[in-house]
Nanobody
């Protein structure tokens, strides 16, 4: 089992920045990739970004390219999501996930964190 704990959410004005962190524990040697998803009220959970644990590949949703940066620290078993130029439409609960079962873009992942709220005010 892998346990994931997110931190770093909060309230920020439009145009501001936040960094989310996700710390993994447990069977971290089994991690293949980690991703961030988000879910706004009344909407489905959607892919935001992901990073491979085996190479340097990163993946982004089109709407966050150029604004968000995902990074990993294998030694610390953490993944960060730096979010710049935030918009009100980025408001959502952000979830960290590990080990996709189909591909990094789709929600079936083996492990999920509890989520952290990000609110962007206009």
């Amino acid at each position: 089992q892998v346990q994931l704990v997110e931190s770093g959410g909060g309230l920020v004005q439009a145009g501001g920045s936040l960094t989310l962190s996700c710390a993994a524990s447990g069977r971290t040697a089994s991690i293949t990739a980690m991703g961030w998803f988000r879910q706004a009220p009344g909407k489905e959970r959607e892919f935001v970004a992901a990073v491979s644990w085996r190479n340097t590949n990163t993946y982004y949703q089109d709407s966050v390219k150029g604004r968000f940066t995902i990074s990993r620290d294998n030694a610390k078993n953490t993944v960060n999501l730096r979010m710049n130029s935030l918009k009100p439409e980025d408001t959502a609960v952000y979830y960290c996930a590990a080990n996709p079962t189909i591909n990094v873009y789709r929600t079936p992942y083996n492990y999920w964190g509890q989520g952290t709220q990000v609110t962007v005010s206009s």
